[in-house]
């Protein structure tokens, strides 16, 4: 299984050249200069969550075309054999475990939050939804102008198509499953 850098690099390349796209439109379009797309394209960077966005962004794509895996007609997908996008130093890992395929139109994640964790989310595309349910610990979100704390056994759906934000608020880690809607 290629690693999710290797993914990465090859459903960006993919994209940019079936939209007929330059590294320099690209990179005019997403904000994320050339020698940046270049690296990632190789599979030689380590992308944070905020650049892949703005590259799906500029390239007017849901995030998780991305992040998109080779189909299968079934699906076995562990955790542990999946490497994280990280954010805020590492303390933010987000695991890709259903990536939308351009034609579902929702996208599955794993997220493990780290005790003091906070991680702010670029706009997803217009009309997005997101749906979280809480495993363990304890998250505030805030969304549309507004803080939202979210417990254990607790789920919350937002708009996520402006700028919003997670925090730990909690002791401990705290993990979620994340449900990405793109109408």
């Known amino acids: 299984m290629d690693s999710m850098n290797m993914i990465v690099a090859k459903n960006i390349k993919r994209l940019r050249e079936e939209n007929k796209l330059s590294m320099d439109e690209l990179a005019k379009l997403s ?7 270049a690296q990632i394209e190789r599979g030689d960077g380590n992308p944070t969550i905020s650049t892949l966005w703005k590259i799906s962004n500029g390239m007017k794509v849901p995030f998780d075309a991305l992040t998109v895996r080779p189909k299968s007609p079934y699906e076995i997908v562990k955790t542990s054999e999946i490497q994280p996008l990280l954010e805020d130093g590492g303390k ?3 695991y890709s475990i259903f990536p939308d395929d351009e034609n579902r139109r929702f996208a599955v994640y794993y997220l493990e939050l780290d005790e003091g964790s906070y991680w702010e989310s670029e ?4 009309g997005t939804t997101e749906f979280i349910t809480i495993f363990t610990g304890k998250i505030e979100i805030y ?8 417990g254990k056994g607790e789920s919350i759906r937002f708009k996520a198509d402006t700028v919003h934000s997670y925090k730990n608020a909690g002791n401990g880690s705290a993990t979620l499953h ?6």
Not at 123 to 126: A, I
Not at 143 to 150: H, K, P
């Open 31 to 37: 904000g994320v200069s050339k020698s940046m797309l």
């Open 123 to 126: 706009p997803h595309l217009k």
């Open 178 to 183: 994340m449900i990405l809607f793109n109408p």
């Open 143 to 150: 969304a549309d102008g507004q803080s939202f704390v979210i």
């Open 92 to 94: 933010v890992k987000n």
